[in-house]
Nanobody, 123 residues
Framework: QVQLVESGGRLVQAGGSLRLSCAAS????????MGWFRQAPGKEREFVLA????????YYKDSVKGRFTISRDNAKNTVYLQMSSLKPEDTAVYYC????????????????WGQGTQVTVSS
C-alpha cells in the first residue's frame, strides 16, 4: 500500500515556474514507476510525465517537453514536477500516481493516486 500526497499547487502567472512535490508513504516507494497526470475542467485526466523506479528513464507528453521535468528522491520518498514557461492551458488539477509496471503512461496502469493539487496559470 502506498499513500501519495501532492503539494505546491497555486496560482501563477503565464511564463512563471512552479515545483510540485508528491510525498509517498511506504517502504517500497523506490520500486514504483511514478507519474504525474493532470485534469482540466471538463476534460479527461491525461498523462504528463513518468519516471522509472531508478530515475534512469523518463517519459513526457509532447506538449510539456522542454518545459516540465520529473525527478525523484527515493531516500525522501518524494517525486517532483518542475514546471517552467507555464501557459494558461497548463491549468489543471495535478495528480501523482504510482505504477508497478516499468513503463507506464496510461491512467489504467497506475494503482495508487494522490488527491491532487490545483495549478492555475493566469494570462
Amino acid at each position: 500500500q502506498v499513500q501519495l500526497v501532492e503539494s505546491g499547487g497555486r496560482l501563477v502567472q503565464a511564463g512563471g515556474s512552479l515545483r510540485l512535490s508528491c510525498a509517498a508513504s511506504g517502504r517500497t516507494f523506490s520500486s514504483y514507476t511514478m507519474g504525474w497526470f493532470r485534469q482540466a475542467p471538463g476534460k479527461e485526466r491525461e498523462f504528463v510525465l513518468a519516471i522509472t523506479w531508478s530515475g534512469g528513464s523518463t517519459y513526457y507528453k509532447d506538449s510539456v517537453k522542454g518545459r516540465f521535468t520529473i525527478s525523484r528522491d527515493n531516500a525522501k520518498n518524494t517525486v517532483y514536477l518542475q514546471m517552467s514557461s507555464l501557459k494558461p492551458e497548463d491549468t489543471a488539477v495535478y495528480y501523482c500516481a504510482a505504477a508497478t509496471l516499468p513503463i507506464a503512461t496510461l491512467t489504467s496502469q497506475y494503482v495508487y493516486w494522490g488527491q491532487g493539487t490545483q495549478v492555475t496559470v493566469s494570462s
